[in-house]
């Protein structure tokens, strides 16, 4: 696959889903957390499948196409919280309206579980052993 046709997989998705009897479109460059939360309310996302969605458009954006070299670090456990989310939904309802909901902090910032670098590698990479804990994490 060469890496046009990947883009196109990558940046260009968007899922049609039924809402309330009328068709919609998710597009995922262009998505609110309210489109993402009627996409999942729908069936047409998971919030595991989101995170994939992200992770692949990160790699493609930041590693292989314009290599813009900005995310030092991806949460490797991100799948699994994101699991943990779609099975939170299911069972209790959606905890808050950042439910599912991945993000990018900035790597100053002490996130439990994940290096904080401040940007600066002399600093190394310690891990924060408190702070804010990412939605999944107990």
Not at 58 to 63: F, G, L, S
Not at 106 to 135: H, Q
């Amino acid at each position: 696959m060469n890496k046009i046709s990947a883009y196109a997989i990558y940046f260009l998705i968007v899922i049609q889903f039924s809402s309330r009897g009328h068709a919609t479109e998710f597009n995922l460059s262009t998505a609110t957390i309210a489109d993402i939360h009627a996409a999942v309310d729908a069936g047409a996302l998971t919030y595991e499948k989101l995170v994939t969605l992200y992770m692949n458009r990160i790699q493609n954006y930041d590693k292989i196409g314009p290599k813009i070299n900005s995310v030092l670090y991806m949460n490797s456990n991100a799948v699994n919280e994101a699991r943990a989310a779609d099975k939170a939904l299911k069972s209790t309802g959606r905890q808050s309206s950042l439910h599912g909901i991945p993000f990018v902090i900035k790597d100053l910032v002490d996130v439990a579980g994940l290096p904080t670098t401040a940007g600066f590698k002399s600093f190394g990479a310690p891990s924060a052993t408190s702070g804010f804990r990412s939605c999944g994490t107990t």
